[in-house]
């Protein structure tokens, strides 16, 4: 189990006090999947990188069951079972998809390996393989890639940034099963940061985040039902306007 | 090998030509000055210059996929070394040619090696030129290396360049200078590392004489601790020609790099590029690596060694 206690962030460099993350706490089960939804600039990615390590709280405290690890470098929580799929990946001049993917399984990945790997997340790994995480594979490939490189390890806590953007929308429903399949499978915490309807549906809870605050946190079937209303809602909305402008048009002519 | 070459020896060659045997093909040895080892093969000869200045490689006409090996070693301390051999790559031929320096000096005094390649590729022939340059030794006294390679390409023909120093060369002046002809075309790739209190200048000029020649040089470079380094890139484009420099540093330490690039047409068809960036390791690069559960200084030395690959 993962745990937020009470924790803020505020960045040293910036000029305006309000805290980025405020006071949020969490707590978020093995086996269960979450998505972070809520607006752009709310502070979802600041709370994963406070996950991982990447930035470290101004206040409040972060525990992988039970253990304190607010003051542990990133490193040593991804040794401890801590993932995080960035929603911009670094490129890499220089390194191969095969280096890479191989690092990430802890160099215990065999080409075998490497290959089912790349075919999880759609790649044809004849193709990919051998080509280096640099500014020539598209914006696309580069999440795909990505997204292996979090499949390749036996992780606890795995926290996957936007994973969906820039992925074909045939590709997405593959994606979608590529959770589903972990979530059944692992007995990890799996943290998904969507806006995507198909990814929310995943979730056996739904975490809202805006304004730098965990605003509630929701079971999925509550949430989805909202969203379903809202479109019926708009939905016979537009039939109604559709059907006024045909009548219209049927009455001037 | 191991009766002319002592263990030294053959960890440079190692290093430098990637030799771990006799080489198949043509090759001369040359050690602390002198020749130790020569074999010509029925279609590439090497004899000694009349002069006895260095050696002449002939490589006839048509012959393929052959290759010659030419490493020099310099194991005496304080040995100063100058050299200058020839190259005829003949017309339609394909062949590798494996140079390089390994300097092993672990007394006070300086080694040095100067050497001069000048080759000439002929019409449509195809030469892979792999130089590299590797120092060793705890003594006081430097290891110094100042290579000057030119060639000439003739009509169609193809000069592919990899120019690598990678460890214990305390300072180094290379300069490399090419001229293309018609339809010639030209890939040079340079791999620099310096530590320590090292330096490091390299020249790369290129002129582009003849029509519709092509020329691309990729250089990266890492400078780490209190090293220096200085690159000078000079494209001329005298015809309707394509060129293309991209040099890139990485900086780190108390490290200094400049970077001196400069592009000129003389034709109005001329198409010339010039990319070049110097920069320290990305932090987004070190974090994603450590957050795989590298310690920063594997995701460090992982970051270089994919660079410099
Ligand atoms: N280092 C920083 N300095 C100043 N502002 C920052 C810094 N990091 C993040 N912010 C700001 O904090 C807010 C939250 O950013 P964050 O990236 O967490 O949002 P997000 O919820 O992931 O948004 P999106 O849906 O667009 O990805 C944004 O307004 C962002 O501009
Ligand atoms: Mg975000």
New binding site residues.
């Given amino acids: 189990m993962l745990v937020l206690e009470r924790v803020s962030y505020t960045?040293a460099?910036?000029t305006c006090l309000e805290p980025?993350v405020q006071d949020a706490s969490l707590e978020l089960r093995d086996k269960h999947l979450y998505v972070i939804t809520?607006p752009?600039?709310?502070?979802?990615?600041?709370?994963a990188r406070l996950i991982m390590g990447i930035i470290k709280p101004t206040s409040g405290r972060v525990l992988l069951d039970g253990q304190d690890v607010t003051d542990m470098t990133v490193d040593e929580r991804a040794r401890l079972g801590i993932g995080y799929a960035f929603?911009q990946p670094p490129r890499f001049k220089g390194l191969t998809v095969r280096d890479l993917l191989t690092l990430a399984a802890g160099n215990r990945a065999g080409d075998q390996d490497v290959a089912s790997l790349l075919l999880s997340v759609g790649l044809c790994p004849k193709d990919y393989e051998n080509r280096e995480v640099d500014a020539t594979l598209s914006g696309g490939e580069l999440k795909r890639i990505e997204l292996a490189s979090i499949l390749a390890r036996n992780l606890r806590v795995a926290v996957f940034d936007?994973p969906e953007a820039g992925i074909d929308l045939w590709s997405f429903r593959r994606l979608a099963q590529t959770f589903e399949e972990m979530h059944d499978k692992s007995d990890a915490t799996i943290v998904i940061?969507s806006h995507q309807e198909r990814i929310l549906e995943l979730a056996d809870e739904i975490i809202l985040?805006a304004d730098g605050r965990v605003k509630e946190l929701r079971s999925r079937d509550e949430v989805m039902k909202d969203i379903r209303d809202e479109e019926a809602c708009r939905c016979s909305l537009e039939t109604r306007e559709g059907v006024e402008e045909h009548v219209g048009y049927f009455r001037q002519n | 090998m191991s009766a002319i070459l002592d263990r030294i020896d053959q960890r440079l060659l190692r290093e430098t030509a990637g030799l771990h045997s006799i080489p198949r093909g043509a090759y001369n040895i040359r050690k602390n000055g002198v020749g130790i080892a020569r074999e010509s093969t029925a279609n590439i000869e090497i004899r000694s210059k009349a002069d006895q200045s260095g050696i002449e490689v002939i490589v006839k006409p048509g012959t393929k996929n052959e290759s010659v090996h030419i490493p020099v070693i310099l194991s005496a301390e304080g040995f100063s070394d100058v050299v200058t051999n020839k190259f005829d790559i003949g017309e339609g031929s394909d062949v590798l040619v494996v140079a390089g320096c390994g300097v092993h000096n672990s007394g006070s005094a300086d080694s040095r090696h100067d050497g001069i390649h000048e080759f000439l590729i002929r019409r449509g022939a195809r030469m892979r030129y792999v130089e590299k340059h590797y120092g060793e030794g705890q003594g006081k006294g430097k290891r110094i290396l100042n290579p000057v390679t030119v060639i000439n390409v003739e009509e169609g023909g193809v000069a592919e360049l990899e120019l690598v120093q990678i460890r214990g060369v305390d300072s180094t002046n290379r300069e490399t200078r090419i001229s293309l002809s018609r339809d010639a075309r030209l890939i040079v790739t340079e791999r620099l590392l310096t530590n320590g209190e090292q330096d490091a200048v390299s020249r790369i000029s290129v002129d582009l004489v003849g029509d519709d020649s092509t020329a691309r040089v990729i250089s990266r470079s890492v400078a780490r601790d209190r090293s220096s380094q200085v690159f000078y890139f000079d494209l001329r484009g005298r015809s309707r020609c394509r060129g293309h420099v991209q040099c890139d540093s990485i900086i780190m330490d108390e490290a200094q790099v400049r970077s001196i690039p400069e592009i000129s047409a003389h034709h109005c068809e001329a198409q010339l590029v010039h990319e070049a960036a110097i920069g320290r390791i990305a932090g987004e690069q070190l974090l994603k690596l450590m957050s795989l559960g590298l310690t920063r200084e594997q995701a460090e030395s992982t970051i270089l060694d994919g660079f410099l690959k």
Avoid: F
Wanted: neutral net charge; without cysteine.
């Fill in positions: 960045p460099d910036r980025i809520g752009n600039g709310g502070g979802k990615s600041t709370l929603q936007e940061i985040v």
